[in-house]
């Protein structure tokens, strides 16, 4: 297939890139011209009310609903609510209302680690519902009730979406731990949700290696008393610990349970899950989102964002342990009735063909994956993309971090073959979907920008002191009204959530993110403006590092900041000053790496770790996290001003031992 003619076309300024629409996409898009967006986008901005209430009808209601929203954003006083009257349940959308038309129909292909060993198995939506019913009975059985928070800690198994879909039949909000953390940040989401149930498995297996999931989980719980029932789903039958009165057996306990199960009615602002992210200060925090919202926002994204059509495959290569997952493997595709690949493997295990073997092998019509992996893959080289085929596919999306336009054009012509047009989503856990991106067959995509606000959006770029910017400019991102699928609380913290949120800009929901508005609206993000950063696309938060390390009992001091990796987007820079009688060595630092991997999960791992017998710090004692993050990015020209340094003689000495490091 020709690659498409980069084309620069009048009506968009400047010497970019732009790529528009082809003919052929548009005549089937959902949305198909800029003119439609434009005027679709207005009316959801200038009519919220009439423009979401007509959006809710995509979904089933026990209910009906009389109020379509009730939002106060001042900042002492923040409250959200949508639907308030309606009553709904979001298993039900996602699976039992599809049971009369599409119970034959696939709606999971799961697609195991190691394609030579094991085979993909497709499961139906009856086939679901039966799953999920029996993992609903298995709850209650187990004494789950409707409002008990339910921890789960599994692998890319098709469990893990039974049991967040069995947790919302039956009114308990999930709280999903990434399978990737270490047994402590499981034991600090337990503690923070009060969770007394926890769903884990024996091993999860990526590539080659296994991960010990019981075993961290039972380490874990040493320190959650609380926790009365722990449900072990067999994946590679490998040798665990036992305790027995606590542990129990999913296969086991399926054979004493039966497949009906009926679906609990929830109200619109009942919670449905707890999702954990790192915050720039202190411990993670439990976004709180709620149901009914929630189930219209993610489905009306799902089906726009990627122009789904019935009858797609949808592949989303997220693990269900974050945002994307949730909102796109779990409950947006689902509710819309699609067919799914399911993935428990990774982009380059046999080999780096991987992603495209599975695209051929199911194929694959929209493919939705992270910047990290497609700047990985394409250090492989262009041959592992060329001896496959691809033509199923029709949407590619990226979603995580911005995405240089290098790895985005590599996407576009060597993955695309020049005809697919790509999505880069920009949102974040507390938006539960997407919020900004170009929608495919109706903006020309800029490589790099996450273009157009979604309907129902509305972008605010101000300056630090929350001056409003108008027209082409660079400033902090933030919304200013509400939306369906916004979290509503940080979980039992709700002044944490005003104060993270609505605080620095009254009236508006803070975004956390810098970015730049171009002359034609497009918005293209900075990067956070915050102490978090963004590893693979996995938030983390620097004060969570920094604490992680002077936990050591030889470190005196941290402070941790971010560096370009080119794979990665951002790595790890940590500033490391030892106790007074304790020599920097090697040994120490291959520990330390170590250590914060034990404490948080090997997504935290360090990338450097730089020894320093002092850090540059201002005369009231704060670090000048500007000027570290300089030195560990390389760039010592252009420090700034370090006059109002206690000592400015730290930044030479950092310096040179930089420059000694690489
Ligand atoms: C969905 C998700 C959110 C943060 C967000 C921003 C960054 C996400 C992006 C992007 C540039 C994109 N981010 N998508 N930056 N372009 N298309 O990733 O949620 O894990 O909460 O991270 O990720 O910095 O604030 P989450």
């Known amino acids: 297939m020709a690659e498409q003619d980069t084309k620069v076309t009048a009506a968009y300024s400047g010497n970019e890139e732009v790529y528009p629409p ?19 986008w207005q009316r959801s901005v200038d009519d919220p009310e009439s423009f979401w209430r007509e959006k809710a009808d995509r979904i089933d209601w026990f209910e009906p609903f009389e109020t379509v929203k009730n939002v106060s954003y001042e900042p002492r006083n923040v409250s959200i609510k949508w639907y308030e009257e309606g009553v709904l349940n979001a298993c039900y959308n996602a699976v039992d ?12 292909i799961y697609e195991p680690n190691d394609p030579n060993t094991e085979e993909a198995q497709h499961i139906t939506y009856a086939e679901l519902h039966e799953n999920v019913c029996k ?12 409002g008990d928070r339910v921890t789960i800690y599994l692998p890319m198994i098709p469990a893990a979406a039974y049991a967040m879909l069995a947790c919302a039949r039956i009114g308990a909000p999930h709280s999903v731990v990434f399978a990737g953390f270490s047994p402590d940040s499981l034991s600090d989401r337990i503690l923070d949700c009060e969770s007394t149930f926890l769903i884990t498995a024996d091993e999860g297996v990526r590539a080659t290696k296994t991960v010990p999931l019981k075993e961290n989980a039972d380490q874990a719980l040493e320190k959650c008393p609380d926790v009365e029932t722990v449900l072990v789903v067999q994946r590679t039958g490998g040798d665990i610990d036992w305790t027995e009165g606590r542990d129990i057996w999913y296969h086991e306990e399926l054979s004493t349970v039966d497949a009906e199960c009926e679906c609990e009615p929830m109200n619109a602002e009942d919670p449905l899950f707890i999702l954990y992210t790192s915050g720039s200060t202190g411990k993670p925090k439990g976004v709180l989102h709620t149901t009914g919202g929630y189930c219209v926002f993610t489905s009306l994204t799902h089906e726009y964002v990627f122009d789904y059509h019935e009858g797609d495959v949808f592949w989303c290569t997220a693990d269900v342990g974050w945002i994307t997952g949730h909102s796109y493997i779990v409950y947006g595709p689902l509710i819309n009735g699609a067919t799914q690949v399911f993935f428990e493997g990774t982009p380059t295990y046999p080999d780096a063909s991987r992603l495209w073997d599975v695209v051929d092998k199911h194929d694959v019509n929209i493919f939705y994956t992270a910047p990290t992996a497609i700047r990985a893959l394409m250090r492989q080289g262009d041959e592992y993309v060329e001896k496959t085929d691809r033509s199923s596919l029709r949407v590619l999306g990226t979603v995580g971090e911005p995405i240089n336009p290098e790895a985005w054009r590599w996407y576009y012509n060597k993955v695309g073959n020049g005809k697919c047009p790509i999505v880069d989503t920009w949102w974040q856990t507390e938006t539960g979907g997407i919020m900004i991106t170009p929608l495919p067959g109706a903006v020309a995509q800029k490589p790099g920008a996450a273009s157009k606000p979604f309907f129902g959006i509305q972008p605010e770029v101000v300056d630090n002191a929350g001056n409003i910017q108008e027209g082409a400019c660079e400033g902090v991102l933030t919304i200013a009204d509400s939306w369906p699928g916004q979290m509503r609380t940080v979980y039992k913290n709700h002044e944490r959530f005003q104060n993270t949120y609505f605080s620095q800009f009254p009236g508006k929901y803070f975004t956390g993110d810098g970015c730049r508005r171009d002359e034609d609206g497009y918005y ?5 403006v915050d102490d978090v950063l963004n590893v693979s696309g996995h938030r983390i938060g620097t004060a969570e590092l920094e604490s992680a390390l002077v936990a050591h009992d030889q470190v005196a001091e941290a402070a941790v900041v971010g560096f370009p990796h080119e794979v990665k987007g951002q790595g790890i820079y940590a500033y490391v000053t030892l106790l007074k009688d304790v020599d920097p060595s090697e040994e120490l630092r291959d520990e330390l790496v170590q250590y914060v991997r034990e404490h948080i999960g090997p997504i935290a791992k360090p990338d450097f770790i730089q020894f320093t017998p002092s850090l540059p710090k201002t005369r009231s004692g704060k670090i000048m996290r500007r000027i570290i993050r300089k030195i560990a990015a390389g760039e010592f020209d252009d420090l700034g001003d370090t006059s109002t340094l206690a000592d400015p003689g730290v930044v030479e000495e950092l310096i040179d031992e930089r420059k000694g490091m690489s």
Do not use: C, P
């Not at 082809?22 to 679709?40: G, I, L, P, T």
């Not at 209302?97 to 999971?108: G, K, S, V, Y």
């Not at 293209?524 to 956070?528: E, K, L, S």
């Open 97 to 108: 209302r599809h049971l009369d038309e599409r119970a034959d129909q696939t709606a999971f």
């Open 524 to 528: 293209w993000i900075t990067g956070r």
């Open 22 to 40: 082809s003919d052929s996409f548009r005549s089937k898009a959902h949305v198909a011209s800029m003119e439609e967006y434009e005027e679709m």
């Open 135 to 146: 993992f609903a009975n298995i709850l209650k059985k187990n004494g789950v009730k409707k």
